[in-house]
């Protein structure tokens, strides 16, 4: 064996595996790196199916804090506007009702992320559950479906870093 061959594969090797090293490194954080979820959002629920008829076609708006450790998410919610057949109201001060979010986020490399969140609402009188699957995950904007305690309700949830006009 020559020993100049030899230190010529070893150095072979380690460059490749380097340069390897790199790009997959780049490839992971740059283009299917994590979507920036922490801080403040604004969603907006509309029940489709419910088992209590005047809460057909309602509208619930949120404000959200949520941050995010590895795939755990924690947070918090409050209630700011109702948009239903019985009223029409935003929600001030002692008026808001507050939750408590957890979750999980799901990174997907060949299709859209997944965010599931499990929100226990401290309602005025009893607490209640909701789940929310969110399906179209990014920095802006997150759409998906949600499922409720609250007279069995389901429907469509829009999550955004705007408030809704």
């Known amino acids: 064996m020559n020993f100049d061959t030899f230190l010529s594969d ?5 460059v490749s ?14 283009i299917f790196s994590y979507p920036e979820i922490d801080g403040k959002w604004y969603f907006e629920i509309e029940t489709v199916n419910t088992a209590y008829i005047p809460y057909q076609g309602m509208k619930l708006y949120y404000v959200a804090f949520i941050s995010y450790e590895g795939d755990k998410i924690t947070g918090s919610i409050e209630k700011i506007y109702e ?6 109201q935003e929600l001030i001060g002692t008026e808001r009702i507050r939750g408590i979010v957890k979750g999980c986020f799901e990174k997907f490399y060949f299709s859209k992320d997944k965010m599931r969140l499990h929100i226990i609402e401290n309602g005025k ?14 920095s802006h ?9 609250i007279a069995d309700q389901s429907g469509n949830v829009k999550w955004q870093r705007d408030s809704f006009q």
């Open 141 to 149: 904007e997150m759409t998906g479906k949600f499922f409720s305690t």
């Open 83 to 88: 948009l239903s057949s019985a009223r029409t």
């Open 10 to 14: 070893v150095l072979s090797g380690i």
């Open 17 to 30: 595996g380097t340069f390897l090293t790199l790009i997959f490194f780049f490839v992971k954080e740059k």
């Open 125 to 138: 009188i009893r607490e209640s559950s909701h789940y929310f699957d969110l399906s179209a995950v990014t």
